[in-house]
């Protein structure tokens, strides 16, 4: 499993973060995204759609009532929300798999509440809070084709 770790100091820097990966991604990559509540988990996610060429009029907002929101730019984007999922019932009922075996890229906030079965290889982000409003960023990558993302997402500048 590899891993990659890095420090943000605001918002538009983990952003960035973001749109770096979005730049690297090619169609149906799972990334899993955890982390305490207002640590950075959609503000991330902002910058994944810029760097997936989302258009820049787009509302990109936690799906936290709706669960899933779609987003099209250069690949379509899910982002699902699993914070208010309580059940394996109410799991079923999203169809999630058809999301992660698609062409777009799925991003899953509150990816811990995910049965682990439900997908084998995927991208993890975990953000903490850090030391002056910083956030510590923390990839770790869950297949081959997850770490050659990893690889170049940590020599990109």
Known sequence: MESFSTVTRSAAKTRSWGKRLGKLLRGGEIIGLTGELGAGKSCFTRGLAEGLEVD?????????????????????IYHIDLYRIENEA???ELALRDYF???GVSVVEWFERLPPWEVEEYLHLNIAYGQRNGRRL???AHGKRYEEILKSLGTKG
Not at 56 to 76: D, V
């Open 138 to 140: 923390t990839f770790t």
């Open 56 to 76: 820049k009029g787009a509302w990109i907002r936690s799906p936290t009532f709706t669960l899933i929101n779609e987003y099209q730019g250069r690949l379509a």
């Open 90 to 92: 109410e799991l079923e």
């Open 101 to 103: 075996f698609s062409a």
